[in-house]
């Protein structure tokens, strides 16, 4: 079955570069949820998007920014990187009704900065 | 926000035992998930729960609303299990994003 896809899977940036991340939902799920889990720690949530619109905003930095589009599919956007943003991103969608139909969970993007 | 506590935090068992890893949430969820991460971050949900009791293969999830708990059960463990099991919530209020525990980091020995 597909599963969610993220890419890359892997990225080394310097600082102050800018890094786009990707996630692919599975067909029929219309919500995107980002997360950051940094080094040794629990994944923090960052921002979803439900058809092509914000739908919740978490511990998202000003200098990230995402969308979502027509073919639900998400872009994470990450401006102006600090070693701190060193973490694994990954990527989870749903359909909207997701309390009876649960999590897709990508493999995640790991980023590295430099 | 709810505080998501898992005990243990790290586990090493024999092939063969029985494992439980508990998970305490702090106020009301929609739903509870278990969810388990391997070597290099992939996560794969295991279960969701909103009452009751699931099972899939050797894997028993549990839940107790009323006393806000949650226990994962293997049965019969095997060296695959080992990896990271993450409990996670939905919180109430309807907002997006899961509340994630610490993770139980699980090592089955042969």
């Known amino acids: 079955a597909a599963g969610v896809i993220q890419s890359p899977r892997h990225l080394i940036k310097e600082k102050r570069e800018t890094a786009t991340l990707k996630c692919y939902p599975i067909p029929r799920h219309d919500t995107v949820y980002w997360y950051q889990q940094g080094p040794g720690q629990d994944p923090q949530f960052l921002i979803s998007f439900y058809e092509k619109m914000q739908s919740d905003k978490g511990s998202i930095p000003d200098r990230f920014s995402a969308q979502q589009f027509s073919d639900y599919h998400s872009e994470l956007n990450m401006s102006s990187l600090e070693l701190g943003d060193s973490a694994l991103y990954f990527c989870?969608?749903?359909?909207?009704?997701?309390?009876?139909?649960?999590?897709?969970f990508g493999s995640g993007t790991r980023l590295t900065v430099v | 926000k709810n505080e998501v506590e898992q005990s243990p935090q790290n586990l090493t068992a024999q092939e063969g035992e029985f494992i439980t890893i508990n998970c305490s949430y702090s106020?009301?969820?929609?739903?509870l998930h278990w969810l388990q991460q391997h070597p290099g971050g992939g996560i794969v949900s295991l279960f969701m729960l909103s009452s009751g009791k699931k099972k899939h293969g050797r894997l028993i999830a549990t839940i107790n609303i009323q006393e806000k708990h949650s226990s994962l059960h293997i049965t019969a463990s095997h060296p695959r299990d080992s990896a990271v099991y993450i409990c996670?919530?939905?919180?109430?209020?309807?907002?997006?994003?899961?509340?994630f525990g610490k993770g139980t980091h699980l090592i089955i020995q042969p």
């Open positions: 106020v009301g969820i929609s739903a």
């Open positions: 989870a969608s749903s359909p909207k009704d997701r309390f009876n139909y649960g999590y897709t």
């Open positions: 996670a919530v939905d919180d109430d209020g309807g907002a997006d994003g899961l509340t």
